[in-house]
């Protein structure tokens, strides 16, 4: 049975308001238990992530990046103050329907929610088609990470935009009452699966939409290890099932598909000793790392079945993850070096052709030394669109590497909870459906 959900409009009306009046006035004010200094606190347990200080800069100089700002410029973006500017009523009340779709179509998705004050005919705009036509038209507004986490054991959720260096509060009131953890997030949908008592359960749901479903039980329903794919042109999802969470035992591969609302079994991954839970899916395939046989295991969706790719690691490599990048691409970042005073780290791309891993990257010392100050101390990343994002636990920072811009940056202004956060990469749309 297929539950689903959708928020009240009063509660609808009230998502993210916070962040862009009062709360966010509040938390510049004062510093806040749970977000730290002027922010709050986006599938896989992950690192905080730190507010990196800089020099003042002139407004004049600053340049809008459509990615990750450096720390000079993002400490700046976030001071500028634009003037209040009157609009003509009379204008805007005379706009076609087309064109004041197309205008609010390019509004940033969080400043949506502000504008539905505005009259009866903005607040019905996340149910207008023609905004949605629009809406999925328009290029995506940019990386930010989504966080979420429980405070005195009430589940809290916050958006981090890169572009706009702002936090925005996610109410997630309208979810069931379990004991969630979150899995991932694919465009515009977010993957959560947790416990109804005894029973494992898996919930998508669209954050901004505050719609929601859960998904029918897996054949062999026991906690499992989950990745969420969804595919934009035929507006469906896809959502994969590997192997049990707390034992050794083989489970069959499950794949659910939204068009046919079910689980299909397929083959079971051969017996391998993984060297973590963290999986990479890109081109249709996913990918996990394994001790023995020494490589990678490869699942390929389009055919249901395993196979092992005898891609050896790199030498020196301490811990490594698994990074999905662009098209084919995919990426090992992981430390190298015994002691720490020669550690550092490193990024590689698998040559599909020859199976060998190819360094594209290492970070800068200066960089590793301020992320990472103990030789033992953990870190994690994440990735999207050739974005890498390494996040310390206990440094409270976070990385931001472009590959294609070969560029390293700190992420400024952005503060999460130091161990029970989990983070991830998040695209917010409208128009991300999930049925």
């Keep these: ?45 992950t690192s905080p ?6 020099r003042n800069t002139s407004p004049s100089r600053i340049k809008t990046k459509p990615r990750g700002l450096d720390e000079e410029t993002a400490a700046t973006f976030s001071k500028f103050v634009q003037p209040d500017i009157r609009m003509e009523d009379n204008i805007w009340a005379m706009l076609p329907e ?34 949605l036509k629009f809406h999925s038209q328009v290029p995506s507004h940019g990386p930010c990470l989504l966080t979420y986490w429980k405070n005195s054991q009430t589940p809290q959720c916050s958006v981090f935009s890169l572009p706009l260096k702002q936090w925005f509060r996610i109410p997630v ?60 042109k035929d507006r469906s999802f896809k959502v994969i099932a590997t192997s049990d969470v707390f034992s050794d035992k083989s489970l069959p ?20 000793n993984l060297c973590s839970s963290k999986m990479a899916f890109c081109d249709s395939r996913l990918y996990l790392e394994t001790l023995s046989p020494l490589g990678l295991m490869m699942y390929r969706l389009d055919t249901g079945q395993w196979e092992h790719i005898p891609a050896k690691f790199p030498r020196s490599l301490l811990d490594g993850y698994l990074v999905a990048g662009s098209k084919k691409r995919l990426f090992l970042v992981g430390r190298i070096g015994l002691y720490s005073t020669h550690q550092s ?65 700190w992420i400024a202004g952005c503060a999460l909870q130091a161990y029970n956060s989990q983070v991830c990469f998040y695209e917010p749309r409208f128009d991300s459906v999930i049925y």
């Design 173 to 232: 009131t309208f979810l069931p009452r379990w004991a969630f953890w979150l899995v991932g997030s694919s465009g515009g949908l977010v993957c959560l699966s947790g416990m109804d008592g005894l029973t494992f359960k898996t919930v998508i749901c669209n954050p901004l939409t505050q719609k929601w479903r859960t998904l029918p039980s897996l054949h062999y329903n026991q906690q499992r290890q989950l990745i969420m794919v969804v595919n934009r």
């Design 98 to 131: 087309d064109l004041l779709n197309e205008i609010l179509a390019r509004v940033p998705p969080f400043m949506i929610f502000r504008l539905r004050s505005v009259c009866k005919r903005w607040n019905s705009i996340l149910q207008d088609n023609g905004f």
């Design 1 to 45: 049975m297929i539950e689903m959900g959708e928020a009240s409009e009063t509660e609808s009306r009230t998502l993210l308001m916070s962040s862009s009046s009062v709360e966010e006035e509040s938390l510049r004010r004062s510093p806040s238990p749970i977000f730290g200094r002027g922010s709050c606190g986006g599938s896989r347990n």
């Design 253 to 272: 591969t499950e794949v659910y598909d939204s068009k046919s609302n079910k689980w299909s079994v397929h083959e079971r991954m051969p017996a391998v």
């Design 345 to 409: 780290m490193k990024i590689w791309e698998l040559d599909h052709s020859k199976y060998v891993w190819v360094e594209i990257s290492r970070m800068p010392p200066r960089y590793f030394r301020a992320l990472l100050r103990l030789s033992a101390e953990r870190f994690e990343c994440f990735g999207q669109d050739n974005l890498i994002c390494f996040t310390s636990w206990n440094q409270g920072k976070g990385l931001l590497y472009d590959v294609d811009k070969k560029a390293w940056s």
């Design 49 to 54: 992530l730190g507010r990196m200080g800089s």
